[in-house]
C-alpha cells in the first residue's frame, strides 16, 4: 500500500492513527459532480484537533485512496463524526458509511 513512500509518517513519532480513504461505488457513480465525499472530508480534516497530515496516493491496483494521519483514535473518531454530518448536508440522501470506505490503523 503506502508503507515505504509514505513522507508524512517517516516525520512522525508513535504513536499515532492512520485513516486510510476510498470512495465506494456509491461515490464513483457521483463522479458527475465536481466535488467528491473524500473532498469534503480532507477539507475538513486540518482544523479538526489532532490532525497530523495527509496523502494521496494510488494502492497496488492503481486507484486513488487518501491517507489522514491523527494523534490518537479519539481526534480521529471526532473528525469522522463531523465528516458524517457534513456529508449529509452536501451529499442529501446520502451517508458517509455510502460515500467513503474508512479504514482505521493504530
Known sequence: MIAGTSVIAKSLSPPFVIA???DTEVAKQLANFEYRPLDEMVS????QNGFL???TTRDEG???LTV???QDITTCNTWRQVCARQIV???P?????SLCRV???H
Do not use: D, K, M
Open 20 to 22: 486510510i480513504l476510498r
Open 44 to 47: 475538513l480534516a486540518p482544523s
Open 53 to 55: 497530515g495527509v496523502e
Open 62 to 64: 492503481g486507484q486513488w
Open 68 to 70: 489522514s494521519y491523527w
Open 89 to 91: 448536508e452536501v451529499f
Open 93 to 97: 440522501g446520502t451517508s458517509l458509511e
Open 103 to 105: 479504514n482505521v490503523a
